[in-house]
């Protein structure tokens, strides 16, 4: 079964800092690979995806995500924070689905806490 | 564009009672998928509709739930009988079609079984 782990369950920085979420899957195929973000009281929304191409990915709000294969991984990363970063951020994967659908499969998702 | 839209937004009930949650997705996507976000647990694949293929349900926990979608658009989930530790927000999804395509959540349904 495919699994995705997240290492960091809260993370907590002060503004400007630096950011770098783990995120690892286990899945042998070809995969797609997403990081959603849930800000508190909102709904779930997609930062960034990987399908193909360029394994260096940019998402909105100057997040970007690197998907090395060799490693499995599709970490998040940020240069500087915002108090405004304040969320939670799940790393998901597709899995395929006997009608050939594709279902998300997340990680446990880390709580970032950005100080101001 | 309206966004995925689901209701009610709160939901208590007591155990035992069966409940019905409802899922309107975004006009045109043929995918529909519903989740289930619980403390310990994270989020958790329930069922996913294409078209007017048969739903996958293989993310169904019991067979107290089950789950419906009429017209390819509106989606019901029913948990009947309900327990304490079905208590979570059931959230659902759609997408325009289901090869990995990104999803789009709805606000979700907070579900509490006293």
């Known amino acids: 079964a495919q699994s995705v782990s997240q290492h960091n369950h809260h993370v907590i920085l002060s503004e400007a800092a630096s950011l770098e979420l783990g995120c690892n899957y286990s899945y042998g195929g070809t995969v797609n690979l997403f990081w959603y973000v849930q800000y508190p009281g909102q709904h779930l929304q997609l930062l960034l995806k990987?399908?193909?191409?360029?394994?260096l990915v940019k998402g909105i709000k100057g997040f970007e995500a690197e998907f090395i294969k060799s490693k499995f991984s599709f970490n998040l990363r940020k240069p500087s924070v915002q108090w405004s970063d304040t969320a939670e951020y799940f790393c998901a994967v597709n899995a395929p689905l006997n009608n050939a659908g594709n279902m998300l499969t997340f990680g446990g998702g880390t709580r970032l806490m950005v100080k101001p | 564009g309206a966004g995925v839209s689901q209701s009610p937004s709160n939901k208590v009930t007591e155990k035992g009672k069966d409940v019905e949650l409802r899922c309107d997705p975004i006009?045109?996507?043929?995918?529909l998928y519903w989740y289930r976000q619980s403390l310990g647990q994270g989020l958790e694949f329930l069922i996913y509709f294409q078209g007017n293929s048969a739903p996958d349900k293989s993310g169904l926990p019991s067979d107290r739930f089950s789950a419906e979608r009429t017209g390819g658009s509106v989606s019901t989930l029913t948990i009947q009988r309900t327990q304490q530790e079905d208590s979570a927000v059931y959230l659902c999804?759609?997408?325009?079609?289901?090869?990995?395509?990104?999803?789009?959540f709805g606000p979700g349904t907070r579900l509490t079984v006293l």
């Open positions: 990987y399908f193909s191409g360029d394994p």
């Open positions: 999804a759609s997408s325009f079609e289901g090869q990995g395509g990104e999803q789009f």
């Open positions: 006009s045109g996507h043929t995918a």
